[in-house]
């Protein structure tokens, strides 16, 4: 061996400033690092969830004893009942709306070649570079100005399109990966081009089409900042509510509500994905 290559090797024995390392003190620094941060994060997940269970109205941390007052608050709470069913409703019906027009539009950009391909992909994620107050003024000013009135409807539209980029991306990564040689076997035995979709490229890229729909899903039932300029009273959504109650006082039903919120937020996805892994496999 070389006296070069012994130098190496002496130094990465040594580590950074001649200290001596064993690799598995580093692997252990690594996991103790990674454990701290996911512990700092959900740490405040953790305080709101218990302190939705304090009975008392200061919030203090620890709890003295757990109650399910602010529940039965909740539960008897109109204007809380109609935000998270709105979020619910506004959530998959973005979902829906930006999976079937980010398949098609992600079919376009993949299987056909048209003058100025690239800027329109600009375009298409325009949403993702455009902050959401900006979207949010805009999108109100020019609905006022033709008459549109601010219903539901407008609020899911609104949300596809800030969620639509998402799927774009995934379910066009996934035709990229597409072996299109399966296309001209299903053309060649003589279906034509509905079939051929139906029965062969759709059952392969669903599972794209799926997780897309759940991440817009997710970003739909927490958006509130372009949220904010789109709601009315019979519209407002969690997050509108939420911060609409801290502006005032900090109630336990904040806790409620944001805990709940929590747990759609997790279940939903955990769901659709179980779904589809059981029907696809993957």
Request: net charge positive; aromatic share 12%.
């Amino acid at each position: 061996m070389s006296l070069e290559s012994e130098s190496v090797d002496t130094d990465a024995e040594r580590g950074y400033f001649g200290v001596t390392v064993p690799t598995r003190y580093k692997w252990l620094a690594i996991k103790a690092v990674t454990v701290l941060v996911y512990f700092l994060m959900l740490l405040p997940l953790v305080v709101v969830v218990v302190n939705s269970f304090n009975p008392s109205r200061l919030g203090n941390f620890p709890p003295s004893s757990l109650s399910l007052h602010w529940y039965e608050e909740f539960l008897s709470n109109e204007l809380m009942h109609r935000a998270l069913t709105n979020s619910i409703i506004v959530g998959l019906g973005a979902a829906l709306v930006a999976g079937l027009v980010g398949t098609v539009t992600a079919m376009g950009f993949v299987r056909k070649k048209f003058r100025f391909k690239n800027g329109l992909v600009i375009v298409m994620l325009s949403p993702l570079l455009v902050p959401p107050i900006i979207v949010g003024v805009a999108a109100t000013l020019f609905f006022v100005q033709v008459g549109v009135p601010r219903t539901i409807w407008w609020i899911i539209v609104m949300h596809a399109l800030l969620g639509l980029p998402y799927a774009f991306l995934i379910i066009r990564s996934q035709l990229y990966l597409f072996d299109e040689s399966l296309e001209e076997a299903a053309k060649t035995m003589g279906a034509g081009p509905i079939t051929t979709f139906r029965e062969v490229t759709l059952p392969i890229i669903a599972p794209s089409i799926v997780t897309a729909m759940v991440i817009v899903f997710v970003i739909s039932f927490g958006e509130f900042t372009a949220t904010q300029f789109w709601v009315q009273r019979s519209t407002t959504t969690v997050p509108v509510v939420i911060f609409s109650m801290l502006r005032t006082s900090i109630s336990p039903e904040v806790d409620v509500l944001a805990t709940i919120m929590l747990v759609v937020t997790i279940t939903i996805p955990l769901l659709i994905f179980g779904i589809r892994r059981k029907f696809f496999g993957r």
